[in-house]
C-alpha cells in the first residue's frame, strides 16, 4: 500500500480521473431555487454552482455542511453583509443556490500532481476539490476517490 500511494503522489490528477465521471457531476446553476439545490443534496453531498445552465464556469460549492446550517434553528438576529439575519431561509436571505454557496473555491488542474492536490486538501479541511481546465469543470477528485484506487477498486 505505501508503494502504491507514494507512485500514487506522482502521477498527474488527469491520469487518474474517469473521463466518464463528468457527466455525474453534481452541477447546478447560480440562480436554482434552494428546492432544486435540496433535490440534488438528497442524493449527493455536495453541489458545485455554474454561472448559468448549460455552463461549466464553476463559481461555488454548496455542501451538506452548508445545508446544515440552515436548516438549524436561526441564532440571535445579527447585521451581516446588508442582511439583517444573514443567510436563512426563515428570514428569506436564502432563496439561490448563490445566496449559500461557498464562492472561496480552491481548484486543482488536471496536469497538478495527485501528492500537491492532497496537501491542497489537507491544508484547506477540504474532501473534494474541482478539477478545472480553461475556467471550466472538468471533473472533481475527493478522499473517496483516492481511497478506491488505493484499494483498487478504480
Known amino acids: 500500500m505505501e508503494l502504491k ?10 491520469e487518474i480521473i474517469d473521463e ?9 446553476e447560480k440562480d436554482a431555487s434552494i428546492a432544486s439545490l435540496l433535490s440534488i443534496l438528497t442524493a449527493r453531498d455536495h453541489v458545485w454552482i455554474v454561472e448559468k445552465k448549460g ?5 461555488g460549492v454548496v455542501t ?13 438576529p445579527k447585521y451581516v453583509f446588508g ?4 443567510v436563512s431561509i426563515q428570514h428569506g436571505t436564502a ?18 500532481k495527485v501528492g500537491d492536490v492532497l496537501k491542497k486538501m489537507v ?11 480553461n475556467d471550466e469543470i472538468v471533473g472533481e477528485i475527493t478522499t473517496r476517490y483516492i481511497i478506491q484506487i488505493l484499494l483498487g477498486k478504480r
Request: glycine fraction near 2%.
Open 83 to 86: 442582511k439583517k439575519y444573514g
Open 55 to 59: 455552463s461549466r464556469h464553476v463559481i
Open 64 to 76: 451538506e455542511n452548508d445545508i446544515l446550517k440552515l436548516l438549524a434553528p436561526a441564532r440571535l
Open 5 to 14: 500511494l507514494r507512485e500514487l503522489h506522482e502521477k498527474k490528477v488527469r
Open 20 to 28: 466518464r465521471a463528468v457527466w455525474n457531476l453534481p452541477l447546478l
Open 95 to 112: 432563496e439561490k443556490a448563490e445566496d449559500i454557496m461557498c464562492s472561496h473555491l480552491i481548484k486543482c488542474s488536471p496536469e497538478e
Open 123 to 133: 491544508n484547506a479541511g477540504l474532501r473534494r476539490l474541482p478539477i478545472v481546465k
